[in-house]
């Protein structure tokens, strides 16, 4: 069992930058961010191998990057000129042997 730990959310203004990471009790593979925002379904956001190669959804190319630090487990999005629409609880996801593992989310509100 794998456990997930987010931090870096907040209340932030539009354009303005925030920093996202996650920290995993285990070694882990592919490594990423998910979003959902009320009323919709959650997204995809950001991806990246145990080797660092990313993916990124249209909506936050440009705009994040996502790295990871093995030996510490953790994964981070630096999120950059945040809109409204960017508010939304975000998810880090991990994925290992086969088995997929969640955290329980950190709110990210972007005021207008």
């Known amino acids: 069992q794998v456990q997930l730990v987010e931090s870096g959310g907040g209340l932030v203004q539009a354009g303005g930058s925030l920093r996202l990471s996650c920290a995993a009790s285990?070694?882990?593979?592919?490594m990423g961010w998910y979003r959902q925002a009320p009323g919709k379904q959650r997204e995809l956001v950001a991806l990246i191998a145990s080797g660092g190669s990313t993916n990124y959804a249209d909506s936050m190319k440009g705009r994040s990057i996502i790295s990871r630090d093995n030996a510490k487990n953790t994964v981070y999005l630096q999120m950059n000129s945040l809109k409204p629409e960017d508010t939304a609880v975000y998810y880090c996801?991990?994925?290992?042997?086969?088995?997929?593992?969640w955290g329980k989310g950190t709110l990210v509100t972007v005021s207008s």
């Open positions: 996801n991990a994925r290992r042997l086969g088995m997929e593992y």
């Open positions: 285990g070694s882990i593979g592919v």
